[in-house]
């Protein structure tokens, strides 16, 4: 009798508790409790797992803004500058409560001041879907909050600045003084370092934003940066895989691509992903370069599952978060329409989409590819799993 109370007990608060299972009626101390990521997924609808898929910018959320034109890497257009969001307003609320969103990014356009920035913050963290809050904050020439002038904190010459001086110790301490005050603003997410290795003198979009043009020197400042975020609060992110340091065009505004093989790879940009990989980032951003001698044609590396597949998961053995480039992107909008590619990278294997250019577009393509059964919603419970277990790392560590 007494059995049959506790399992009665814990069948009628399976979901607001714990799941549990009980392999042997006669050893109560066989019943084991679920991972409690399990249970929240469990209890989802397609649409609120859909939408921890997704990571915006503002704008995406508010549907009376319209841009077409790709994004640069300050991450605006014109016409998004000039709106100047800088507030959750009322029909974003209205687009929120059908459409939940995973993650929010700003970018130097939303960030006017440390009151107006807390604020914005506070009201981003009510969004359905308990968005996580992200920033492109690397240091020098991406730096949406050292380089506003608002702003009383300490600024950083370049990553390769940096690494000219040899000290891993010296990326360590930058990463925790962005780290520190990215967590007082309420930051969540850095997508930084960039782990690119810089070796084409001609690359005009990395640059100075990579460490060094060596890889054994790139790879200690790597994860040293990783560890000073880490240490700071705030969650890390390497990119951009498999490596967009030997390219000559940007692909904010078109095609790129890397001529390597992928044994020149192995020598190269993997020695700093690997680097990483090991330490125990959290997340990998893609690259949407092409990559030809590895694929063997023209597909970005976003949206190829033998890239983020095949080498990033399979050989490399990366079992964590693998997010996108944003999908907004000239080397992604010249190519695939918006709902085309939102649906195409989850199925090459990424698990967030960031910054696509509709939102609201590709948020109902992804729920329709997975009713209509082109994506099995086993393939999304994949990545939520690993989205949630990094939110709750994330809130355990606030």
């Known amino acids: ?38 249970v929240q997924l469990q209890s989802m609808t397609l649409r609120e797992k859909v939408g921890q898929l997704f990571y915006v910018r503002p704008e995406c959320l508010d549907t009376t803004i319209h841009f077409n034109q ?3 890497i300050d991450g605006s257009t014109d016409d998004i500058k000039a709106i100047k969001l800088q507030a959750v307003n009322p029909t974003m609320l209205g687009v929120n409560e059908k459409y939940p969103v995973g993650g929010v990014i700003l970018y130097a356009h ?45 600024k950083f010459e370049s990553m390769g600045a940096i690494g000219a001086t040899g000290d891993p110790q010296n990326a360590y301490y930058c990463a925790n003084t962005i780290g520190t005050y990215l967590r ?90 690997k680097a990483g990989i090991q330490w125990g980032t959290q997340l990998i951003m893609t690259a949407h370069i092409a990559t030809p001698n590895v694929t063997g044609s023209e597909i970005p590396a976003t949206m190829s599952s033998l890239i983020l597949q095949d080498k990033l998961r399979g050989e490399l053995g990366y079992q964590n978060i693998i997010i996108t480039d944003a999908m907004e992107m000239g080397a992604i909008t010249k ?5 085309e590619a939102a649906v195409g990278t989850l199925l090459a294997g990424a698990d967030i989409v960031l910054g696509p250019q509709n939102f609201v577009e590709a948020f109902d393509a992804v729920v329709k590819a997975v009713e209509d059964g082109r ?13 949630l277990r990094m939110k709750k790392q994330i809130r355990n560590n606030r």
């Open 184 to 273: 007082r603003y309420g930051f969540d997410i850095d997508f930084a370092p960039v782990a690119d290795v810089n070796t084409n003198p001609e690359n005009i979009v990395i640059g100075a934003r990579a460490f060094s043009d060596d890889p054994e020197v790139a790879a200690p400042m790597v994860v040293n940066y990783l560890q000073g975020l880490k240490d700071a609060g705030v969650t890390g992110c390497i990119k951009h895989f498999p490596g967009h340091g030997d390219t000559k065009a940007d692909t904010h505004f078109g095609y790129a691509q890397s001529l390597k093989t992928w044994d020149e790879m192995l020598n190269c940009e993997m020695i700093t992903f």
């Open 1 to 38: 009798m007494r059995k049959t109370l506790v399992r009665f007990w814990m069948l009628a608060t399976v979901m607001a508790l714990s799941l549990a299972s009980c392999t042997s009626d006669e050893d109560d101390s066989s019943v084991v409790p679920a991972d409690e990521v399990e």
């Open 335 to 339: 190519q695939y329409a918006n709902a």
């Open 375 to 387: 994506l099995s919603e086993e393939r999304i419970n994949q990545s939520v799993r690993r989205v």
């Open 70 to 72: 790709p994004s640069s």
């Open 110 to 154: 939303n960030i006017e001041d440390e009151a107006q920035l807390t604020a914005f913050v506070s009201q981003i963290r009510a969004l359905n879907g308990s968005p996580l809050l992200c920033i492109d904050e690397e240091g020098g020439r991406v730096a949406r909050i050292a380089n506003n002038e608002n702003f009383a904190v300490e």
